[in-house]
């Protein structure tokens, strides 16, 4: 009788330990992504100035865009989850934005393949800000010299799924072959892991001279793995 009691109490202080830590580890990761977003957003107000600096006579129209940016960084980012129509509408705006400092010659191809009746498409279910670095790295990048030079962004909602593809060519005088990441690139790939656990996939790689990322997150799965933890 003795032993058994001993099992249940062994039993009961397991759980315990086992509800203690989980509250700790959702502990860490809260404070873990206020500490990268805050890291973040410094780092996107300065490449978007840069860009609107360098380029005056566009400033306008650059202003409009980036009203549109700040508001979402002030408000909507400030939300743990947005919408996927919201976080898609600010990854456009930021592709306006980093056009200005290149030529109106050079190739940029946006294309958008969305599925507007998708249930999730409106449902405050993804993370703000995802888009940045993948975008941010094509401009940063990218060969403006060659006459064969470009930047391609395909954004995806179909299938519960979004996605973001981003390729360009890489410039010769870039220093992106050596060093594959930056600020931006690990707090992209820290959020994902904090947030998405296994609903996600990032790639990035370079194929000849043409550099390519590719980000597609499960909404749908994330969704079910939420409601049924």
Not at 25 to 46: D, G, M, V
Not at 157 to 176: E, G, Q
């Amino acid at each position: 009788m003795t032993v058994i009691i001993r099992l249940r109490k062994s039993e009961k202080v397991k759980k315990e330990l086992e509800t203690r830590f989980v509250e700790l580890e959702n502990k860490t990761n809260t404070l873990q992504l206020q500490t990268l977003e805050a890291r973040l957003n410094p780092h996107l107000f300065k490449n978007i100035l840069n860009s609107i600096q360098s380029h005056a006579y566009q400033t306008y129209f650059a202003m409009d865009k980036l009203s549109n940016v700040l508001d979402y960084i002030l408000y909507e980012s400030q939300n743990r989850f947005v919408s996927p129509r919201e976080e898609i509408d600010f990854a456009l705006n930021l592709i306006e934005i980093n056009k200005i400092k290149i030529s109106p010659l050079f190739s940029i191809n946006v294309k958008k393949k969305i599925d507007e009746q998708d249930a999730l498409y409106d449902q405050k279910i993804l993370a703000p800000l995802i888009s940045i670095d993948l975008v941010e790295n094509a401009f940063k990048h990218a060969d403006l010299q060659s006459p064969d030079a470009f930047i391609a962004v395909v954004i995806e909602f179909k299938d519960n799924s979004f996605s973001l593809t981003v390729s360009n060519k890489i410039s010769p005088k870039s220093t992106f072959l050596k060093e594959h990441s930056g600020i931006g690139s690990a707090t992209l790939e820290q959020r994902l892991q904090i947030i998405y656990k296994s609903c996600f996939k990032l790639e990035r790689y370079v194929e000849e001279d043409i550099y390519i990322a590719k980000l597609k997150i499960n909404l749908l799965e994330y969704k079910n793995q939420m409601l049924t933890a």
